[in-house]
Structures are given as structure tokens and as C-alpha cells.
């Protein structure tokens, strides 16, 4: 099921979302930190340079997002992306606790029709 078809279920379900293969471009990335004013979130794009090449061929592809529950942050930034687009790292300060938790989000894909193990 896609993220904006039942976005109902994330919204009241959990604290942290991950987003992976979210297929936006950078100027679209509003629409996945957005998704609901209880979130704020960090995205990353991996399309950038597939649409700089001129028409876009085949699928999309990529492209990460963390989300988390406003009243559970203190605040949250983007760590690192991987030159590949494809990990995505976040710090987060939660309210309940001084220390830190980073979250990472990470897309494998198949190798040559071989799944990755």
C-alpha cells in the first residue's frame, strides 16, 4: 500500500515513520514532510540527477524520509546521505530523555536479480 493511500493508520499508530522509495523529486519533498502538521521530517531525494539527464525512462526510484511526532522531538537534523542516495541518517532528541538516538533509513536493491542476503 502506498504512503499517501491510508496515511490514518501512521498518523495515530506511531512516533517514528521511516519512508523508503518515496519517488520525489526535491521539489516534491514537501509533500512526504508535510504529510501531517503532528510530524516534522527530514527527506532526501534520489531523483535529482535521473531528471537532470532530460526524459525520464523506466520507473523511479529512491529517495528516504524520517518522520517523527512533533511532541515526542525536541528537535531533529540530518546526519548524512550516502553518495549513492540510498542511506539516509538522522539525530533525533526525544522529550523523555537528554541523549541522542539516530535513526537510519536504508534502501537495498536487488543485484542483477539476485535479492541481497
Not at 524520509?65 to 532528541?93: E, H, P, T
Amino acid at each position: 500500500m502506498g504512503f499517501h493511500k491510508d496515511t490514518t493508520s501512521y498518523q495515530t499508530s506511531y512516533d517514528i515513520i521511516a519512508v523508503q522509495e518515496h519517488w520525489l523529486a526535491n521539489h516534491d519533498l514537501d509533500k512526504v514532510i508535510h504529510f501531517n502538521s503532528e510530524f516534522s521530517g527530514i527527506a532526501h531525494s534520489a531523483m535529482t540527477d535521473k531528471l537532470q539527464q532530460g526524459l525520464l525512462r523506466g520507473h523511479p526510484f529512491g529517495g528516504l524520509a524520517i518522520l517523527a511526532r512533533k511532541s515526542v522531538i525536541k528537535g531533529m537534523y540530518k546526519y548524512s546521505v550516502d553518495s549513492q542516495n540510498r542511506a539516509l541518517a538522522v539525530v533525533v532528541q526525544l522529550v523523555s530523555c537528554a541523549n541522542l538516538l539516530t535513526i537510519s533509513g536504508v534502501v537495498v536493491p536487488e543485484c542483477k536479480g539476485t535479492p541481497f542476503r
